[in-house]
């Protein structure tokens, strides 16, 4: 299987400001890493993701890196806002597998 | 988007009792997983299958069987219902051809074992 270790498991910020979210795999066979935002009350959400043969990957104001070789990846989220506000789940997949990984989430609230 | 529709959406038991939690996804997807979302555990992976008749047990099985009886109906039985299987739980679904093996999320279901 894998291990997903996901940091901070709590984070405030102000209105504007970036988030970051850090996560570690152990799986070297880990090649496909997902980000999924769950908001208040309802289901996870696949919202950006990024495969191991790319260092980053960019969207509509979220940033996602992969570092291999120390095996970690981060998701960056820039301005954020009160509607980013929400928990948030990194996740590996090990190469020819269908099984999603899923660290153990973070809480984001953006303070107005 | 893809629709993977639970029930109940919630279900208070008692210790010993028998639970059955259903998932339907109308999407021919191959894949189906069920997870439970604990508090400073994230999503946890019970069982999954790939396909009808197909079961492969996932990292937090015990006390928990699923039965997978076509493409689209996934069920996961607790047949002696512990409080520590208190937690919400969550179907999802995936295409077994999709290179971004995205999950697809029901609803959820809120489990109470008192």
């Known amino acids: 299987g894998e291990q997903v270790e996901q940091l901070p498991s709590i984070l405030r910020v102000q209105e504007g400001s970036s988030a970051s979210i850090n996560c570690t795999y152990e799986n070297s066979a880990s090649n496909y890493f997902p980000w999924y935002k769950q908001e208040p009350g309802e289901n996870p959400k696949l919202i950006i993701d990024?495969?191991?043969?790319?260092e980053r990957k960019q969207t509509q104001g979220l940033i996602v890196l992969l570092d291999k070789k120390a095996k970690r990846f981060s998701l960056h989220i820039t301005d954020t806002q009160p509607g980013d506000s929400a928990m948030y789940f990194c996740?590996?997949?090990?190469?020819?597998?269908?099984?999603?990984?899923f660290g153990s989430g973070t809480k984001l609230t953006v303070e107005p | 988007e893809a629709a993977v529709t639970q029930s109940p959406r919630n279900k208070v038991t008692v210790t010993g009792g028998n639970v059955t939690l259903s998932c339907r996804q109308t999407n021919s997807h191959n894949y189906m997983y069920w997870y439970r979302q604990d508090t400073g555990h994230g999503l946890r992976l019970i069982h999954y299958?790939?396909?009808?008749?197909?079961?492969q047990i996932g990292d937090v099985p015990d006390g928990y069987k699923a039965t997978r009886t076509t493409q689209e109906d996934f069920f996961l039985l607790l047949e002696l219902a512990s409080p520590s299987q208190t937690s919400l739980y969550f179907c999802a679904s995936s295409d077994s051809g999709s290179s971004q093996n995205t999950l697809y999320f029901g609803a959820g279901t809120r489990l109470s074992v008192l």
């Open positions: 990024i495969r191991s043969n790319m």
């Open positions: 299958s790939y396909g009808a008749g197909n079961l």
């Open positions: 996740a590996a997949v090990m190469s020819n597998y269908n099984v999603l990984y």
